[in-house]
């Protein structure tokens, strides 16, 4: 086994919850997956944690690209996948070259959302699925159930003062990302933008919830909030797969 693939095997599940969750997904949504070659584009990969584990689970054909190259020298050489520098408005790929494409929480950093999704479309297969994922606008709280990330660490100090951040947005007027904050969309607003371009929108903020938090001690919590009559104000994000026409 190679250094990039035991480094990846001790990752930690629950950082990387989205990853796995897209190929459970995409496999029940379509099992011919499992037995036929695919291309899968990251669009905003980061380091290349997600693209690596996609790649293994899905024995896929990966690009994936990012606007900053903090790309780790450990996934570089993985095998099947390609990092490179690009923006999603405008992407290096033809057009119809993609069976799925992997939009986790980065949406919601983008100048141009709409534009986005239009250039994702372009380069995605007919019948070609995407799974995005953001911040939930209309939220009440924010970073309750957050892992640890790069340059962010899950005190409750920390969590505390992201709420407070949040709050003070909001009363303001200026909880949007085009403010800087990392606000995200509302159901409503992130599925208009979708039908722009694609179909059979299936919202998996349930599962998606269920699947990360299985083991978390708010998992009952977070169980009752993704129940229709809470899912628009209490779920931190949402989650969608939508299909290209």
Same mark, same amino acid.
């Given at each position: ?65 990012? !606007? ?6 450990? =996934?570089?050489?993985? @095998? %099947?996948?390609?990092?490179? *520098?690009? /923006? #999603? ?33 372009? !380069? ?6 995407? =799974?995005?994922?953001? @911040? %939930?606008?209309?939220?009440? *709280?924010? /970073? #309750? ?101």
């Amino acid at each position: 086994m190679s250094t990039a693939q035991t480094s990846h095997d001790e990752l930690s599940i629950s950082s990387h919850a989205g990853a796995e969750f897209f190929c459970q997904t995409l496999i029940t949504l379509n099992p011919q997956w499992e037995h036929a070659e695919r291309r899968i584009l990251i669009a905003g990969c980061g380091a290349g944690h997600e693209a690596a584990l996609i790649q293994r689970q899905l024995d896929a054909s990966v690009d994936a690209v990012d !606007v900053e190259d903090e790309f780790d020298n450990q =996934f570089r050489a993985w @095998p %099947n996948i390609n990092y490179q *520098l690009a /923006s #999603v408005c405008d992407l290096p790929f033809a057009n119809d070259h993609f069976d799925a494409i992997f939009y986790h929480h980065v949406i919601e950093h983008v100048d141009q959302p709409q534009q986005s999704l239009t250039e994702l479309a372009r !380069v995605l297969k007919p019948k070609g699925w995407i =799974f995005v994922g953001t @911040p %939930n606008r209309h939220r009440l *709280l924010s /970073s #309750v159930g957050a892992h640890q990330q790069t340059q962010w660490d899950p005190t409750w100090k920390n969590k505390f003062n992201d709420n407070v951040r949040d709050w003070k947005a909001r009363l303001t007027g200026r909880f949007r990302n085009e403010c800087g904050a990392h606000a995200g969309f509302s159901q409503f607003e992130l599925a208009k933008m979708l039908s722009a371009n694609f179909e059979n929108q299936h919202w998996v903020t349930q599962d998606y919830l269920q699947h990360k938090y299985q083991q978390h001690r708010l998992a009952p919590i977070l169980a009752v909030a993704a129940q229709p009559i809470l899912r628009a104000i209490v779920p931190p994000s949402i989650y969608v797969f939508a299909q290209h026409p």
